[in-house]
């Protein structure tokens, strides 16, 4: 959700990019920019939105395995770790209270 002080006019935007930028990179939030009143853009610092998509591309492999096993795909998770560790040629350490 965008808070109203996070919605500006472009032509503020044009006007004093440096303020808006340096807002940008403080908050990590996006901000709107608007045309005649009407949301057109909406800009981030590049730092946060690579965190973003990087969250993005966790939430799509998260909803896939979860589709995966709806779909009866998936293997039990003791069965993973055994076949993961036998291959790499691992072993589980016993652990301990």
Do not use: C, W
Not at 5 to 18: E, G, L, M, N, T
């Amino acid at each position: 959700m965008f808070r109203m002080d996070a919605i500006h006019p472009v032509s503020d935007f044009s006007r004093k990019p440096a303020e808006h930028i340096k807002r940008l990179k403080e908050t990590g939030r996006p901000e709107i920019l608007t045309v005649n009143g009407k949301a057109e853009l909406v800009i981030q610092d590049a730092k946060a939105y690579e965190e973003m998509v990087d969250l993005l591309d966790a939430l799509e492999k998260i909803a896939q395995a979860a589709k995966s096993h709806d779909e009866g795909k998936g293997i039990p998770a003791n069965e993973f770790f055994s076949e993961f560790e036998k291959k790499y040629g691992l072993k589980r350490e016993a652990v301990q209270d």
